[in-house]
């Protein structure tokens, strides 16, 4: 594959004939809809003669929410290794709480295309926000533990998970060693029944870096306590936050070379997301909220307002503004350029892989880039 950036007087016939190729196949490759208009600045993914290169292998796992759309189901799961099904929480007692959503067309569809489902546990209250008074409560005792080891294990052999992924967020920082030890007592207890234990890592670049982010997640016992880590390395640009870059490779890279000194690289996985933010100027701190959209809905949007998409050299992602019903809009997004980098990092360090947060929207030229560039270990 190659990257193509439209130039103005572009068109997608213009540039099928400049590559030899189909121009619907441009079109069905990067999600652009008839009549086929393109923005200034979109980069392409452009299908071109194969040429035979030895690949590095690569796990490839997707968040879910249990109602993904059944296409976008089908389309993704052939290029993940694993899919984590979001979200089971839990109780003060260590009962286990399942998703409100009936997660089992996503386990069946993921064994019938041959994708390894994951049941993923989040310490998430009634509200369905995280919440570090169960933490707290559950690292306090030994049998609420062992009651949601149990119940955990019981619901993956009924339904099918053959992993556990533990997300958990907003960690006090007087139980940083005791969620440590949780995790490799889940660890030790899975791993007779086949069960890999993932634990999701907060972006630190430092072991002393200050914040309820990140002060109770130790990189180096986490790293010796699971089987993998996911370092959720996005949300510099987030709903509440100033416009920027979702992900800047830059402050990504800053993770990854902390990571590295704490946790060995066969362990880790890069986290990348699959989404952008349209925030709407002038930012306000404390009442401004951006709207989440998809990578190729951004590109529909800088279409539909005649905006040009640039690229930032420094956080190696695509942005533009535009001005819609008298308000100024700016978005910031994915698209194949920043993924390619975050591919490049990856295979700089010899990582394990990736995990995308999350799969719940369609980006075709993504997965296509992704299989391209590496080898996409398959579950069994």
Known sequence: MQIYVVKRGDSIDSIAAAYAVDALQIAYDNQIPAPYRLAVGQALLIPVEDVVQQKRAVRVNGYAYPYIQAQVLSETLPYLTNISVFSYGFTTEGNLVPPRTDDSRVINEAWRQGTAPILVLTPFDETGMFNNYLISALMGSMAAQQNLIDQMFATM???????IDLDFEYILPQDRVAYAEFVANVRAQAAPKGYPVSVALAPKTSADQQGLLYEGKDYRLLGAAAD????????????????????????VREVVEYAVTEIPTEKIDLGIPNYGYDWTLPFVQGSSRART?????????????????????????PFFHYEKDGAVHEVWFEDVRSMQEKFRLIAEYGLRGMGYWQVMKLFRANWLLLADTFDIIRFG
């Open 293 to 317: 959209i998809g990578n190729a809905q951004a590109v529909q949007i800088a279409i539909e307002n005649d905006a040009v998409i640039q690229f930032d050299e420094i956080a190696m992602s």
């Open 157 to 163: 052999e009924e339904k099918g998970f053959v992993g």
């Open 228 to 251: 993998s880590v996911l370092l959720m390395t996005y949300e510099w640009g987030y709903t509440y936050g100033p416009p920027m870059a979702v992900a800047p490779i830059n402050k």
